[in-house]
């Protein structure tokens, strides 16, 4: 029968859940390795580490030579901790802003900025005159599964809109700063032919920058299948078409231009599975609850975008499950959007699963970035444990929270106690 497991990364589901609790993250190690060796046409390779920033997964990315890209002064911190550096390019910092923990890390660090307003420019070369610079360009328009993560077009935030990209170079001489790339990510989920317009676009900029360019950056954005029937991206094919923007970049300015890529979601999304317990099965009318341990404080993407992770069911009694119903999979928080059988715009619908029993595991699949990553502490939960399983063998990687860890920043002033 369709949905059902048994075993993650080679461990029994059962085994997981009892040692390390639920609900918890379990990450599978060779499938990390993997995906980034289909990667490996790129000459540089740089993880979106907002997608999945744990540690532990940012030494995986360091050992298997992985660059990192760090969105916040926290993600700088991270990737220091791991022992990437700014001065060798390990580290670049993408935003659109700098706060001031972000300009004292960059300073320090010398960590090159890849920079997503013109403002930035200006500020860069007040405090950290020579700076090594990207320019993320907004090319006009964009691309992406959801509204939300939509990342170009003149309703998004982010980058710098194409037509000032002449004021921008302006900017940098006047700034002392050193303008040496182009950057597009232009959102999540990319397509063919959408993309051949972004590498149209990124010609059109290097051409403008002319020979001070030095490197080109294909931003993030690769697909990964989250329904069993979607076929997986062609990596080929997407570097071929990348490849051949970057041909006819180094003919026009005469050197070559290094291509980098900089993935989250295609890295870690299907090594990551949440491993969580189903509390209680009840009938509500017409329709049957799966209501499990962990919610939308643990994996936000269906509530937050109607995103689809795929379920399957671990009999906890290790007993054969033959049947199969129509449920609602929900999660313990108190607000009626705590449900992962969702759609756009919050449209409850049903899943074909295995017929369960209170105590049974339900496994959230594809959950490794944009899981852990944006998990909260709504409802006073715990943030859930992380673990990863190298060559058969789980290992801690983030305990769960305690209620002391939750609490911990948190006064009564005087007059209240
Ligand atoms: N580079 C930049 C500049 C980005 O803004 C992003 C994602 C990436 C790379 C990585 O994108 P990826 O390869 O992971 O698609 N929370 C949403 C995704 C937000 C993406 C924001 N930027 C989700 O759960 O789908």
Redesign the pocket.
């Known amino acids: 029968m369709q949905h059902l497991i048994s075993e993650l990364a080679g461990v029994p589901v059962t085994e997981l859940a009892r040692r390390f609790g639920t609900p918890t993250f379990v990450y599978d190690q060779a499938l990390i390795e993997q995906r980034i060796a289909e990667l490996k046409q790129f000459q540089v390779v740089r993880f979106?580490q907002?997608?999945c920033s744990n540690i532990a997964i940012l030494a995986l990315m360091k050992r298997n030579g992985v660059l990192v890209?760090a969105v916040s002064a926290g993600e700088i911190v991270r990737a220091l901790m791991v022992d990437y550096t700014g001065e060798d390019d390990g580290i670049v910092y993408?935003a659109d802003i700098f706060d001031d923990d972000a300009i004292e890390l960059i300073r320090k660090h010398s960590i090159p900025v890849n920079v997503g307003s013109p403002d930035m420019i200006t500020q860069l070369g007040a405090f950290f005159p020579g700076a090594k610079v990207t320019l993320?360009i907004n090319p006009g328009f964009g691309h992406g599964?959801s509204q939300k993560?939509n990342?170009g077009g003149d309703l998004s935030k982010?980058g710098i809109w194409y037509s000032q990209l002449q004021e921008c170079l302006e900017l940098g001489r006047k700034a002392g700063v050193n303008i040496r790339g182009l950057h597009m990510?232009i959102g999540?989920g990319t397509d063919f032919e959408h993309l051949a317009t972004v590498c149209d676009a990124m010609v059109k900029a290097a051409r403008e920058v002319g020979g001070q360019l030095e490197v080109i950056s294909a931003?993030?954005?690769?697909p990964i299948p989250y329904r069993k029937d979607q076929a997986r991206i062609d990596v080929g094919a997407y570097h071929a078409l990348w490849a051949k923007a970057q041909r006819t970049i180094e003919d026009i300015i005469g050197h070559e231009v290094a291509l980098e890529v900089?993935?989250?979601?295609?890295l870690v999304a299907e090594a990551g599975s949440l491993v969580t317990q189903i509390r209680s099965v009840k009938r509500q009318g017409e329709h049957t609850f799966y209501l499990a341990d962990a919610g939308f404080e643990t994996l936000v993407?269906p509530s937050m975008?109607g995103?689809y992770h795929e379920i399957s069911i671990a009999a906890a009694d290790g007993r054969e499950i033959t049947t199969e119903q129509e449920v609602i999979v929900g999660g313990p928080l108190c607000e009626s959007g705590d449900v992962f059988t969702q759609e756009e715009g919050g449209v409850v619908v049903t899943r074909r699963l295995p017929a369960a029993k209170v105590g049974d595991y339900l496994v959230i699949h594809d959950a490794g970035?944009?899981g852990a990553a944006?998990s909260s502490n709504y409802n006073s939960r715990r943030l859930a444990g992380e673990v990863l399983v190298h060559e058969g063998i789980p290992e801690v990687i983030r305990e769960r929270q305690s209620f002391e860890q939750i609490l911990a920043n948190e006064r009564i002033p005087g007059h209240l106690r």
């Open positions: 979106a907002k997608a890209d993408t993320r599964h993560t990342t982010h990510h999540s931003g993030g954005g690769l900089e993935p989250g979601r295609y993407r975008y995103s970035a944009y944006m």
